[in-house]
Each structure stands twice: as structure tokens, then as C-alpha cells.
């Protein structure tokens, strides 16, 4: 069992940045790949980024070009998504994920354990 708390979600104005970071418990935690996802109003769960269990691999939605890094520290059980050049259309609720598999790193089904997700608004 992982227990997932994310923050450091906020309002941020068009252009900004935020880092968002994941707590994740249990002595477990490298064992797990790990994902962010979002969810806007209205609109489909999305895939924004995801970590290999040694961070060695990284994936990223393709809408992200470049402007979001994620990152983890198996130390201390989180995982980090930083983002730049925010757009209003980044506006959403964002979720990051454990996936014990990590086959299909962009299908939210492939992750087994969720955290109850930050709002991130931005501006414009």
C-alpha cells in the first residue's frame, strides 16, 4: 500500500512557475514508476509526465515541449514536477500516480495508487 499526498499547487499568473512535489509513504517507494497527470473541468484525464523507478527514464505529454522536468528523490519517498512558462491552459488539477508495472506510462490504468491531486490555476 502507497499513500500519495501531493503539493504545491497555487495560482501562478501566465508565464510563471510552480514545483509541485509528491510525498509518497512506505519503505517501498523505488519500486514504483511514477506519473503526474491533470484533469481540467470538463475534460478527460490527461498524462503530463513520468519517472522511471530510478529516474534513469522520463516521459512527457506531448504538450509539454520542453517546459515541465520531473524528477525524484527515492531518499526522501517524493517525486517532483517542476513547471515553467505556464499557460492558462494548464489550469487543472494535477495528480501524480504509483504504478508498480509502469508498461504504458501514459495510460492512467497502468497506475495503481493515487493522491487526491493539487489545483494548479494560472492566469493570464
Known amino acids: 500500500q502507497v499513500q500519495l499526498v501531493e503539493s504545491g499547487g497555487g495560482l501562478v499568473q501566465a508565464g510563471g512557475s510552480l514545483r509541485l512535489s509528491c510525498a509518497a509513504s512506505?519503505?517501498?517507494?523505488?519500486?514504483?514508476?511514477m506519473g503526474w497527470f491533470r484533469q481540467a473541468p470538463g475534460k478527460e484525464r490527461e498524462f503530463v509526465a513520468a519517472?522511471?523507478?530510478?529516474?534513469?527514464?522520463?516521459y512527457y505529454g506531448d504538450f509539454v515541449k520542453g517546459r515541465f522536468t520531473i524528477s525524484r528523490d527515492n531518499a526522501k519517498n517524493t517525486v517532483y514536477l517542476e513547471m515553467n512558462s505556464l499557460k492558462p491552459e494548464d489550469t487543472a488539477v494535477y495528480y501524480c500516480?504509483?504504478?508498480?508495472?509502469?508498461?504504458?506510462?501514459?495510460?492512467?490504468?497502468?497506475?495503481?495508487?493515487w493522491g487526491q491531486g493539487t489545483q494548479v490555476t494560472v492566469s493570464s
Open positions: 500516480a504509483a504504478s508498480l508495472k509502469l508498461h504504458s506510462v501514459s495510460d492512467s490504468r497502468d497506475y495503481d495508487y
Open positions: 512506505g519503505r517501498t517507494f523505488s519500486s514504483y514508476g
Open positions: 519517472i522511471s523507478r530510478s529516474g534513469g527514464n522520463t
